[in-house]
């Protein structure tokens, strides 16, 4: 299974153009939150994604709650809108998270959750998943640019227990595109620029 790999668009309308492009291409996107800019412009960044055509996972990020989510893609009838939820799509099994993990220093209008918090939203994480977060797991793809470790401890203990075939993130900007690994699970930062990533054979039908 091919797929497309994308966050962190903030309103960005020609790089989610592009992506619609290269959705053609593959058998699933998958965007791991913050389509828009401190709640604004969701709508409209939503409405050049609904031109992707494959079935397309999305969960909400720290600029958007999963509410406004749901609103902005009702109708878009290949879009799947994940927070503490799955979905099963050629035989794949996908799990998504979204928001602010841990409690981010932005303030109230940030779409935040405690690690406490995530580890019940995380807990119906099926194992050998694809998972997706908005947030990066602690120690990979998640340094600031001071080199500060700002992902996750509930999503790397996700992961550890689990063990997905994949774990796809965004957030923490200075690593979008790139990809670390824990244990034998690729995590990606997805980036604005989007990642296509093919699942090994035999990890999906």
Same mark, same amino acid.
Not at 54 to 80: F, Q, S, Y
Not at 175 to 195: L, W
């Given at each position: 299974?091919?797929?497309?790999?994308? #966050?962190?668009?903030?309103? *960005?309308?020609?790089?989610?153009?592009?992506?619609?492009?290269? #959705?053609?291409?593959?058998?699933?996107?998958?965007?791991?939150? *913050?389509?828009?800019?401190?709640?604004?412009?969701?709508?409209?960044?939503?409405?050049?994604?609904?031109?992707?055509?494959?079935?397309?996972?999305?969960?909400?990020?720290?600029?958007?709650?999963?509410?406004?989510?749901?609103?902005?893609?009702?109708? $878009?009838?290949?879009?799947?809108?994940?927070?503490?939820?799955?979905?099963?799509?050629?035989?794949?099994?996908?799990?998504?998270?979204?928001?602010?993990?841990?409690?981010?220093?932005?303030?109230? $209008? #940030?779409?935040?959750?405690?690690?406490?918090?995530?580890?019940?939203?995380?807990?119906?994480?099926?194992?050998?998943?694809?998972?997706?977060?908005?947030?990066?797991?602690?120690?990979?793809?998640? #340094?600031?640019?001071?080199?500060?470790?700002?992902?996750?401890?509930?999503?790397?203990?996700?992961?550890?227990?689990?063990?997905?075939?994949?774990?796809?993130?965004?957030?923490?900007?200075?690593?979008?595109?790139?990809?670390?690994?824990?244990?034998?699970?690729?995590?990606?930062?997805?980036?604005?620029?989007?990642?296509?990533?093919?699942?090994?054979?035999?990890?999906?039908?």
């Amino acid at each position: 299974m091919k797929l497309l790999l994308f #966050s962190d668009l903030h309103c *960005d309308a020609v790089a989610a153009r592009a992506l619609v492009e290269r #959705s053609r291409q593959v058998d699933v996107a998958i965007g791991a939150g *913050d389509f828009s800019k401190v709640h604004r412009g969701l709508h409209e960044i939503i409405q050049v994604l609904r031109a992707i055509e494959c079935p397309t996972v999305l969960v909400p990020g720290n600029n958007e709650n999963i509410d406004e989510l749901r609103e902005a893609c009702r109708g $878009w009838k290949d879009a799947h809108i994940l927070h503490g939820s799955g979905v099963t799509l050629h035989g794949m099994a996908f799990y998504g998270v979204g928001g602010g993990i841990p409690v981010t220093p932005f303030g109230d $209008w #940030s779409y935040d959750f405690s690690e406490i918090a995530a580890v019940e939203l995380l807990a119906d994480c099926p194992p050998g998943a694809v998972l997706i977060t908005h947030s990066p797991p602690l120690g990979a793809v998640d #340094s600031s640019s001071e080199g500060q470790g700002l992902g996750s401890t509930a999503i790397r203990a996700t992961i550890e227990a689990t063990k997905p075939v994949l774990a796809v993130c965004g957030h923490v900007h200075v690593d979008g595109g790139k990809h670390e690994c824990i244990a034998n699970t690729p995590v990606v930062n997805a980036g604005p620029g989007g990642v296509e990533w093919t699942l090994p054979a035999g990890k999906s039908s």
